[in-house]
């Protein structure tokens, strides 16, 4: 199995704007569905957004209207861009596989930190 490298997070403040990328050592053409996960302090990881290989997307509703997800298959990467970031989406933001039970191992994730 490849790796799952993220990167782009940072500390911003409230109403500002970030782009994380994750970018896989192997093909993501292979996998329908990819995804962004969040987890904050004390909390479960949780799906944000997820993009098919054709490009339909679906969001969280707490990020609908905020965050755009992309991928480009052919740089095998996947990207988050987030907008008017609120202090609730400080977290470490992982990418994988979603809607699958499979997943990749996952990487170390990019810390986002907003604050108020």
């Known amino acids: 199995q490849g790796e799952l490298v993220e990167s782009g997070g940072g500390l911003v403040q409230a109403g500002g704007s970030l782009r994380l990328s994750c970018t896989y050592s192997?093909?993501?053409?292979?996998?329908?569905?990819m995804g962004w996960y969040r987890q904050a302090p004390g909390k479960q990881r949780e799906l944000v957004a997820d993009?098919?290989?054709?490009?339909?997307?679906n969001y969280h509703d707490s990020v609908k209207g905020r965050f755009t997800i992309s991928r480009d298959n052919a740089e095998n990467t996947v990207y988050l861009q987030m907008n008017s970031l609120k202090p609730e989406d400080t977290a470490i933001y992982y990418c994988?596989?979603?809607?699958?039970?499979?997943?990749?191992?996952w990487g170390q994730g990019t810390q986002v930190t907003v604050s108020s």
């Open positions: 994988n596989i979603a809607k699958s039970n499979v997943k990749l191992p």
């Open positions: 192997g093909s993501i053409i292979n996998f329908y569905f």
């Open positions: 993009i098919t290989s054709a490009g339909g997307t």
